[in-house]
């Protein structure tokens, strides 16, 4: 992800909204730019223009999805905590959760033929 996406896109992460001009001052670059990425993060659906208020435009996440590494910083930036698996009691007690995580969203998890070894928990602080 382009450095000025991903600034944009974790700004809005971390707030119900912000303003064009407050993205700007945020992120600092030129409002051509400002709108060439804001323009690429709403095409992926990540982001919209929520509401107009004359000429100003509030902006906000609309899907909040995983960011990719840098390679810099394995931690993702909307890391709340993470909890190591180690203890094959905590693993037991994730696995049995996930199983049950995974029936209830219809996804397939394969558990039996990997090794947990940390459970990473995302979202967005209030």
């Known amino acids: 992800m382009h450095p000025t996406r991903r600034a944009l896109y974790v700004a ?8 064009t001009v407050q993205l ?9 730019n400002l709108y060439h990425h804001l323009r690429k993060l709403e095409k992926l659906g990540l982001v919209m223009n929520h509401r107009d208020q004359g000429r100003t435009r509030w902006w906000c996440v609309m899907d909040r999805v995983p960011l990719p590494t840098d390679g810099a910083n394995s931690e ?14 905590v693993q037991a007690a994730a696995r049995n959760m996930l199983r049950e995580l995974s029936t209830l969203s219809g996804n397939t ?5 990997t090794t947990l070894e940390s459970l990473e928990i995302t979202g ?3």
């Open 124 to 126: 967005r602080r209030k």
């Open 109 to 113: 998890l394969d558990l039996e033929s």
């Open 76 to 89: 993702s930036d909307n890391t709340i905590a993470s909890i190591d698996l180690s203890n094959p009691r």
């Open 24 to 32: 700007q001052k945020l992120v600092d670059v030129d409002r051509y």
């Open 12 to 19: 809005l992460l971390g707030a119900d909204e912000y303003t």
